[in-house]
């Protein structure tokens, strides 16, 4: 076959840890081709006006970042602006007729110890939840530095966590169920479902199992960038790709969208990256090919059986509001909805419904949290929008894996969107409905998203959003000590992507350690 173009290296999918990959490489003078078979690239960091004739940008799949590294801003010159969340999170309670809510200051004051008060009976909690924050907060320094150098052992790293932190901690968090140590840790169901949130944002996992995946999800969202603030980006999820496509573009990478690759070869030493575009199908030749696509759909390219992938198991759903409705707590919505609204999320609802979810039904319960873009940064809607008071409302169902909705998607889809809306309404003074815009067609302003929508749309295999279950941020093998995360069992095939060792979500890390890879060699 012919060899239309030569190139350093070429990236597999334009995601944005394949754009990170890229402006690293190309700063480095190599010569880089970019493939995204899409019109467009960024993956599921892009944003998206969804709704009809109506001037408003949702992050329509990731939504914040948290564990984008300072560095990588730094050393690729991003022009970003990440902002701090007015409050951590809100969780309504509903006692028949007494509403009532956890709130939890971005800064706990004396109102984040009162509502732990309200709630929970006792200081108790509040004083454990207190310490143990501190303690991830020291487990964050320690750790997040890790992610932008070459693998630890796993008994370096424990050495590395154990000189500053607490007396147990490593145990609780890397050798035994999370489920287990907020059982010993707090008292109240409801706190524990607060704390035990981060371990399931796309995971479908118990919190008490001994594979503890949800050990390593929880890890990862609490130590992002040594503090794990989750913070809205400034002009939303496509301000942050498009930032990376102008430092890749500027260091002289080639990005080509409408560009599907078909066929990967590679031997080791050289490769060739079949692809086809409107024009017909070309063939470019590397010395380097690195994959920012899912594993499986690697292994389809390169022509093996694909190989396994956990499900997806969450649902989005995206509205436009005319307003912030009232809550029947009567704290202000201003502060319920500027950080993380949590509905639905005490303990024995979140194991209740993942052991439904487990056993193929939908759950009777169905846990979600919320938070609104717009309260933080409101440049994502058009200026009328502003003046109007509309803001946006983005939903975040969990234990909802792939399975659910097979063969009945469509349906499925629609029907667990207006559950959540019944399920917020119970905490609300008005109905969400009436609050809901409508397009030019008349149409209201609300969409979802399944596992099964995110396959079909981004080539996630079974909507996972992780590309698979997350992994230790340290080598698990004496073989894998000092390497990348990123290697595979061809020297000149990298993965770049969510699949990488210390991958998932919006964070750069994959495409940065790939780059170094590539470098050191």
């Not at 969990?398 to 667990?416: C, E, M, S, V, Y």
């Not at 997350?470 to 699949?499: K, M, Y």
Request: charged share 25%.
């Amino acid at each position: 076959m012919t060899i239309n173009t030569h190139h350093d290296v070429v990236v597999v999918g334009g995601g944005h840890n394949a754009l990170v990959a890229a402006a690293y490489l190309a700063g480095a003078g190599r010569s880089v081709l970019v493939l995204e078979k899409l019109g467009h690239v960024g993956g599921a960091a892009v944003s998206a006006e969804p709704f009809a004739g109506i001037s408003a940008r949702l992050s329509r799949y990731s939504y914040l970042v948290s564990l984008l590294p300072d560095r990588i801003v730094s050393d690729l010159g991003l022009r970003l602006s990440l902002r701090s969340r007015a409050v951590s999170s809100y969780t309504p309670v509903r006692d028949g007729d007494r509403a009532s809510g956890l709130l939890v200051e971005r800064e706990p004051g004396e109102a984040t110890a009162a509502s732990f008060r309200e709630i929970t009976g006792s200081r108790l909690d509040h004083e454990r939840w207190l310490r143990f924050t501190h303690d991830l907060g020291v487990l964050a320094r320690a750790v997040a530095p890790t992610l932008l150098e070459p693998l630890l052992s796993r008994e370096h790293a424990r050495l590395r966590v154990d000189s500053v932190a607490r007396y147990r901690l490593w145990e609780q968090i890397f050798e035994r169920p999370l489920g287990e140590t907020l059982e010993e840790l707090f008292t109240d169901d409801l706190v524990r479902g607060v704390v035990a949130t981060d371990a399931l944002i796309g995971t479908h996992a118990s919190l008490r199992s001994d594979d503890l995946v949800a050990n390593r999800c929880f890890l990862y969202h609490v130590i992002g960038n040594g503090t794990g603030e989750w913070r809205v980006p400034v002009g939303g999820m496509g301000a942050v790709t498009a930032e990376l496509i102008r430092a890749a573009r500027t260091a002289g990478a080639t990005i080509v969208t409408g560009a599907e690759v078909t066929r990967v070869d590679v031997d080791g030493r050289s490769a060739e990256v079949t692809y086809s575009t409107d024009e017909g199908e070309e063939v470019a030749g590397a010395r380097y090919v690195l994959s920012g696509v899912a594993p499986p759909v690697l292994d389809r390219l390169r022509g093996a059986r694909a190989s396994s992938s956990a499900e997806g198991a969450q649902l989005k759903v995206n509205m436009l509001l005319t307003g912030l409705p009232r809550l029947r707590s009567g704290v202000d919505p201003r502060v319920a909805f500027a950080g993380t609204f949590h509905l639905d999320e005490s303990y024995r609802q979140l194991e209740t419904a993942y052991a439904e979810s487990a056993a193929g039904r939908v759950p009777s319960v169905l846990p979600a949290e919320l938070y609104c873009h717009s309260l933080t940064d409101p440049s994502i809607l058009g200026p009328e929008l502003v003046e109007r008071g509309w803001h946006t409302l983005t939903l975040f169902g969990l234990h909802t894996p792939a399975t659910l909705f097979d063969d009945r998607n469509d349906d499925l889809r629609g029907r667990l969107a207006g559950r959540y809306l019944h399920a917020l309404n119970e905490h609300l003074a008005e109905p969400i409905e009436s609050m809901l815009a409508s397009d030019v067609n008349g149409v209201p302003c609300i969409e979802a998203r399944t596992p099964l929508d995110l396959e079909f749309e981004l080539g996630l295999p079974r909507g996972n959003i992780f590309h698979g279950d997350l992994a230790w941020p340290f080598a698990e093998s004496e073989a894998e000590v000092g390497r990348w995360g990123v290697e595979t069992e061809v020297a000149n095939l990298l993965v770049c992507g969510s699949g990488a060792r210390r991958g998932g979500a919006v964070s750069g890390i994959g495409g940065h350690n790939a780059a170094m890879a590539v470098l050191e060699r």
